[in-house]
């Protein structure tokens, strides 16, 4: 338990031996943060040990716990992600007359699990990594390059030292490596020795589209990070144009809540034609509060975060521009913040969608009454955040703004907005 840099020193990374291995950090949602639900998941098979590692939530676990617990299969754990191993552990129908098949292993436990996972699927001297037929969450492959070389795009593939897969695109260039292609979704990719090789692509049902989870492009994901042909950085830039356009304000400055919805910001400002303005001083040595478990946790975390850059923005009209706002704890308190410190007028600009329901694909809001847009009415909420007025991106606005971008290389283009439209990929069995 704890954070990467805590748990892995430099003996620890030196003790490790073998020329492949998988990984996992858990930010859990199903399952909980205890011990025995740390990844990767380690069971023996009649053909020796597989490890999985899952990213996702499976929307159908519940079902699928039941059918392998009647089938005489007996869990360890109440993750979702064990269910996924148990699965694989089993023969598919076609059988298996030359031995264990992996491929029609996971297809099999594809046809029966639709969403939400990124997988990575280890077992000998070959990983799998695989995505759920809607690619709700995202899977990438990179190659990993000599130091030598200067230009990350002039390497040629015989100099290619090795491959890595990852959630996000940003953490390839921290160990010398280079985006390579994302896994498509329901595709299994097998990495080995002999390089990558595509096993198939197993099908959305009724020939649905895509459903990337488009939260991705508003939150979750780190900016420089690369999701369907385009960097996270330049879709949250038009997300701030379009969110201009539906919602200009009568103001002296634009700022921002750092640092996920700055590049909305800037573009923000850019286009209504008023200055961009830091006024807070962010603690970097603080993590994410949306991410605390806790509402008790959150509200310290904003306490410590920011700090006020006053110079900045005394006596000033802000037009406060903010990536989204889930159950409202930050805004609320930033807002009360810049008025203490000197702030005129504070208009609330939001680069999403109201978020009014809950995710079941591996984002943590588990109730509608947590969320703000539920609990207060749109008209009220400038008055419940003390702020002079409180807009929202529309949802096309938002769709268009990532879908601009997108390079779709004869590849078809969707994405989930269930969580703020209430409509989601797949019929809900609960």
């Known amino acids: 338990m704890g954070l990467v840099e805590q748990i892995f020193k430099n003996e620890d990374m030196i003790k490790l031996k073998g020329n492949l291995g998988i990984g996992h950090t858990r930010y859990s949602t199903m399952g909980g943060s205890e011990l025995i639900n740390i990844q990767p998941f380690v069971v023996n098979t009649a053909h020796g040990k597989i490890a999985v590692a899952h990213n996702g939530e499976i929307v159908n676990a519940p079902a699928l716990r039941h059918k392998l617990l009647k089938s005489g299969v007996g869990l360890s754990t109440d993750s979702d992600s064990e269910l996924i191993t148990q699965f694989l552990t089993h023969p598919p129908s076609c059988g298996e007359p030359n031995g264990a098949n992996w491929i029609n292993r996971i297809k099999s436990m594809m046809e029966v699990a639709t969403l939400s996972y990124a997988l990575l699927i280890m077992y000998k001297d070959v990983i799998y990594a695989v995505r759920d037929p809607f690619g709700n969450r995202p899977l990438s492959i990179g190659k990993i390059l000599p130091p030598s070389f200067k230009r990350m795009d002039l390497v040629p593939d015989e100099d290619i030292e090795g491959f890595v897969v990852g959630s996000e695109t940003c953490s390839f260039h921290t160990i010398g490596a280079k985006f390579y292609r994302d896994v498509l979704p329901g595709e299994i990719v097998e990495i080995s020795k002999s390089g990558i090789k595509s096993c198939g692509i197993v099908p959305r049902p009724n020939g649905q589209l895509p459903a990337f989870c488009i939260f991705e492009y508003v939150y979750f994901a780190r900016a420089d990070s690369v999701f369907e042909s385009q960097m996270v950085y330049t879709a949250r830039q038009r997300c701030g144009r379009q969110l201009a356009l539906e919602a200009p304000a009568d103001a002296d400055i634009v700022s921002t809540v750092p640092e996920s919805a700055t590049p909305s910001a800037v573009e923000y400002a850019k286009t209504v034609g008023l ?98 847009a539920n609990r207060i009415p749109l008209e009220d909420l400038p008055q419940h955040l003390c702020a002079d007025s409180v807009k929202y991106l529309s949802i096309e606005g938002l769709v268009k703004a990532v879908q601009e971008g997108i390079k779709d290389n004869g590849q078809a283009v969707g994405h989930c907005t269930a969580c703020l439209s209430g409509d989601y990929p797949v019929k809900l069995d609960w």
């Open 275 to 372: 200055p961009y303005t830091e006024i807070f001083s962010k603690n970097r040595y603080i993590g994410r509060t949306f991410i605390q478990p806790t509402t008790r946790l959150r509200q310290l975390g904003v306490a410590k975060k920011f700090g006020p850059l006053t110079d900045n923005f005394d006596g000033k009209r802000i037009v406060l521009i903010d990536d989204s706002i889930v159950r409202g704890n930050t805004m609320q308190a930033l807002v009360k913040l810049l008025k203490k410190y000197g702030a005129k007028e504070v208009h609330v600009r939001v680069a999403s969608p109201p978020i009014k329901y809950p995710c079941y694909m591996g984002i943590n809001i588990p109730t509608k009454q947590e969320l703000i």
